[in-house]
């Protein structure tokens, strides 16, 4: 009988890279963000990432991030991948879950995420701290007892051939 391997991935790099892998398919040119919504007994329950609602054509619709008219910008059109994530999940409750996302959710993602019972956010990067929206973020999520951490990187490169 052989030991088995030591050099298996973490939960945590397994759902962050699940995350990262949905974020891929984000057509936008400029942030790509994937969400992974995990069950507490390590299952996924539900997988997003940023783009337009179903029906809205990407080819159609801006992905311009600045325009004097803001109609010609992504902004009022984009959902979000948490959002996704959420609307996506058909099996009833999400309560107690976690949600793996590369990036820290904005205010309307966080509202959401609390609203469905999600219990933990596992974030990569923090690339907007001192913006309103995460500072309501950060505060509504502190008001609503949700567990907050940042990813450990380890220095793992994990790579796919497919």
Known sequence: MSDKRT??????EYFMAVAKLAGMRSKDPNTQVGACIVSQDHKILSIGYNGFPLGCSDDEYP?????EDPLLTKYPYVAHGELNAILNYRGGSLEGSTIYVGMFPCNECTKAIIQS???TIVYCEDKYPDSASVIASKRMLSSAGISVRKYEMRGKKIELDV
Do not use: A, L, T
């Open 7 to 12: 050099d298996y991935i973490s939960w945590d």
């Open 63 to 67: 992905w311009s991030r600045e325009n």
């Open 117 to 119: 019972g999600i219990k």
